[in-house]
């Protein structure tokens, strides 16, 4: 490879080298409290022991189904 | 050769190694703690009690896809039988089967509105069906074809744009209207195996046989992070529901939780007595739970906070090769290569 090029590949590499350098990362501790921040806001149905079981009415698999034959 | 040349050459390897030396020191002073380590102090939860609540069956050959639609209650999934069936998760029915011109199918999505579906696998092209059409009948909107590798994964951003990964290592941005190709995602050193597009749809991240995952901006098409950690091909990528971070499912037997502003890998989900691949990831509504299919057949069903393994989900006779949950995080659905698809709740 002529050198030019092996120069370009190796100045464009280090330009992403730089942008890697700049990007802006908040700490580990900060980024799981925001993890578990959201995962203990959002209601999630599958979580009983947080948000409790889910009524039967809200259940759409529970609800009789229209039409012939259905598997349960 | 010049000598001016080789000494420039050896001036930006030095700025390299300097700037690769900069890059360590400020991630490590970031490492302050642990995702794991700081979900102690949460109740760790017990085994969930998760059951099969519906089997779709009618498929005669292994599943490889299906996405849910927006509406919470239908789905497509796609089967080397050679269609594509649009199902009806409450009452089982099968809405639409829609024969396909190639059954080596390994993708399929469903479009947020509902008015189409897509699929493509080894025929390397993206086909779109119109579910709405005038005359009622189901028919081929466009063929998108560009990529010359398998197409492994495809989703909708909307009815006029889809975006696609390959096993020619590149991702796709499409119009639909013209059935052109409007962007080239580049950047991955292997076959690009899945995608997951961001909830504010800014962002999407892929997962490929290089063993990275990358994060791109759909507008610029520029790599934008690239996390590494995993030993092998990754199979699965899917975004956590607030956009901030995603999880990987990989043939190194491990999932991992990589997060976007932190630019790391916060957490991985594995087992002594897991040698797998996995296959497919996705969250529950609120992230707190992560589900994976494995090639031994099972579904495992992790905290994604405290990293523990909640319950294993076991219901299919072959692997599990695709699953995801409703978008009112009422149900998940699992698809395997027994031709089968189990709705749990």
């Known amino acids: 490879m002529p050198n030019e090029m092996r120069l370009q590949r190796q ?3 280090n330009k992403r080298l730089r942008e890697q350098y700049e990007l802006e990362r908040i700490p580990v501790s900060q980024a799981s409290t925001l993890l578990i921040k959201y995962c203990m806001s959002n209601r999630d149905v599958f979580v009983t022991q947080v948000w409790g079981e889910m009524d039967k009415s809200e259940d759409p698999f529970m609800a009789q189904p229209k039409g012939c034959c259905t598997l349960m | 050769m010049s000598y001016d040349m ?7 390897r030095k700025e390299a190694e300097y700037l690769k030396d900069k890059i360590r020191e400020k991630k490590s002073a970031l490492n302050d703690s642990s995702l794991k380590s700081m979900s102690q102090e949460l109740e760790p939860l017990t085994r969930i009690g998760m059951r099969i609540r519906r089997v779709l069956k009618g498929h005669l050959a292994k ?3 299906l996405h849910w639609a927006t509406d919470k209650r239908h789905l497509v999934s796609a089967s080397q039988d050679g269609k594509l069936i649009v199902w009806d998760a409450y009452t089982t029915n099968k809405v639409y089967a829609i024969p396909l011109r190639s059954s080596w199918v390994m993708a399929c999505a469903y479009a947020p509105t509902g008015n189409f579906v897509a699929c493509g696998g080894l025929d390397n092209m993206c086909s779109i069906y119109n579910l709405r059409t005038r005359e009622g009948s189901v028919k081929v909107a466009r063929e998108l074809s560009a990529h010359s590798g398998y197409l492994s994964c495809c989703r909708f951003l909307n009815d006029r744009q889809i975006l696609t990964s390959s096993g020619d290592m590149t991702c796709m941005l499409w119009d639909l209207d013209a059935g052109v190709k409007l962007m080239e995602f580049n950047d991955h050193t292997g076959d690009v195996m899945s995608l997951s597009i961001s909830p504010d749809q800014r962002l999407f991240v892929s997962g490929a046989c ?3 995952s990358k994060v791109w901006d759909i507008r610029t098409a520029k790599c934008v992070q690239t996390f590494t950690g995993h030993e092998s091909d990754i199979n699965a990528v899917q975004f ?7 999880a990987t499912g990989s043939d190194d037997a491990s999932c991992r939780l990589f997060d976007l502003r932190a630019d790391r890998e916060m957490n991985i989900y594995t087992h002594d007595n897991i040698l797998c691949g996995i296959t497919s990831v996705a969250f529950s509504i609120s992230g707190r739970l992560l589900f994976s ?7 495992n069903v992790w905290d994604t906070l405290r990293g523990e393994r909640v319950g294993v989900l076991m219901g299919h006779d072959n692997r599990v090769s695709c699953l995801g949950v409703s978008s009112d995080g009422m149900a998940m659905c699992t698809g395997s290569w027994d031709t089968t698809l189990k709705v749990w709740s």
């Open chain 1, 11 to 13: 100045l464009e590499h």
């Open chain 2, 6 to 12: 080789s000494e420039r050459i050896a001036i930006a």
């Open chain 2, 63 to 65: 599943i490889y896809a």
């Open chain 2, 210 to 212: 290089d063993a990275t």
């Open chain 2, 240 to 246: 956590f529901p607030s956009g901030d971070a995603f």
């Open chain 2, 293 to 299: 299919g494995y090639d031994d057949f099972n579904c």
